[in-house]
């Protein structure tokens, strides 16, 4: 039996939720790059969020009233969940952009954005060869190395912040920005992982 033969539409959804995933991953880079139009940005990027809760939320309803389902509850459940948290904490990075009053970029914040964006795109790919084991283990390769890059990039930004005489709270609200777009990254590795997981399972 295919593993998509009962219920193609938990799927699509899940390419939605990858799609707002890039849209806000995209935003997030060019509000890093100009943080000076970060409220209009922010702004933006809670649409996508809002949205992107629409989705999340009509995948538990579908749970719901679907009497069999492609995959395990659980599974579908949990990755809906973790793809929607990226959504999250991308627009929580936003959020403390514009709460901070920060208005110049400073290189760190772009360069782990921009891991974000790859990561975004290599989750969508993902969502697309769920079906594929070997792919799955290939796309979770190299999403752990995207990972790694970001805390490379996230290690080098906040010991950055130490090398002057910085102002105590523009460490304090870079390192707390920089440990959102971690948190972020690191969101986007659980997703590979559950990926992967969902396609060991059902190969």
Not at 194 to 199: G, N, Q, R
């Amino acid at each position: 039996m295919k593993l998509f033969s009962k219920d193609e539409s938990f799927f699509d959804q899940f390419r939605q939720l990858a799609v707002h995933i890039g849209q806000a991953a995209g935003l997030l880079r060019q509000l890093f790059e100009t943080p000076a139009d970060a409220v209009r940005i922010a702004a933006e990027i809670k649409k996508v969020e809002t949205a992107g809760d629409a989705v999340a939320h009509g995948i538990n309803q579908r749970i719901d009233i679907s009497f069999v389902t492609p995959l395990d509850r659980e599974d579908i459940h949990l990755l809906a969940k973790r793809l929607d948290n990226v959504i999250d904490l991308i627009n929580g990075a936003a959020r403390r952009v514009v709460m901070f009053r920060v208005t110049q970029p400073r290189p760190g914040g772009t360069a782990m954005a921009d891991v974000l964006v790859r990561a975004s795109a290599e989750i969508l790919a993902s969502v697309g060869d769920v079906t594929k084991r070997q792919r799955m283990v290939e796309h979770g390769r190299t999403m752990k190395a995207l990972e790694e890059e970001g805390d490379v990039l996230y290690a080098q930004s906040v010991g950055a912040l130490f090398e002057k005489d910085e102002p105590a709270i523009e460490v304090l609200k870079w390192k707390e920005i920089f440990d959102a777009l971690e948190h972020a990254i690191d969101e986007c590795e659980d997703v590979s992982n559950v990926l992967e997981s969902i396609a060991l399972k059902n190969s």
